[in-house]
Nanobody, 126 residues
Framework: QVRLVESGGGSVQSGGSLRLSCAAS????????MAWFRQAPGKEREGVTF????????TYADSVKGRFTISRDNARKTLYLQMNSLKPDDTATYYC???????????????????WGQGTQVTVSS
C-alpha cells in the first residue's frame, strides 16, 4: 500500500513554469510505477505522463511532449512533474497515481492505476 500527496500547484501566466511534487508514504516507492493525470472542469481525467519504477522508461501525452518532464527520486519517495511553457489548456487538477510494478502496463489509462493522490490545482491564465 502507498499513500500519495501532491503539492506545488498554483496560478501562473501563460508561458510560465511550475513543478509539481508527489510524496509517497508506506510501501517502498521503487516498487511502483507512477504517472501524472489531470482533469479539467467538465472533462474526463486524462493521462499526462508515465515513469517506470527505476526511471528507465517514460512516456508523454502528445499535448505535453517537449514541455513537461516527469522524474522521480526513490530515495526521497517523491515523484515530480516539471511543467514549462504552460498554456491555458493545461489548467486542471493534477493527480499522481501509482501501481505496483508487477501490474504495470506503462499505459496512461486511468484504470491501470490503483493508488491516487487527492490532486493539486494548476491554473494558467492567458
Amino acid at each position: 500500500q502507498v499513500r500519495l500527496v501532491e503539492s506545488g500547484g498554483g496560478s501562473v501566466q501563460s508561458g510560465g513554469s511550475l513543478r509539481l511534487s508527489c510524496a509517497a508514504s508506506g510501501d517502498t516507492s521503487s516498487s511502483y510505477c507512477m504517472a501524472w493525470f489531470r482533469q479539467a472542469p467538465g472533462k474526463e481525467r486524462e493521462g499526462v505522463t508515465f515513469i517506470s519504477r527505476l526511471s528507465r522508461t517514460s512516456t508523454y501525452a502528445d499535448s505535453v511532449k517537449g514541455r513537461f518532464t516527469i522524474s522521480r527520486d526513490n530515495a526521497r519517495k517523491t515523484l515530480y512533474l516539471q511543467m514549462n511553457s504552460l498554456k491555458p489548456d493545461d489548467t486542471a487538477t493534477y493527480y499522481c497515481a501509482a501501481q505496483h510494478y508487477m501490474y504495470c502496463t506503462g499505459s496512461l489509462r486511468e484504470s491501470d492505476y490503483k493508488y491516487w493522490g487527492q490532486g493539486t490545482q494548476v491554473t494558467v491564465s492567458s
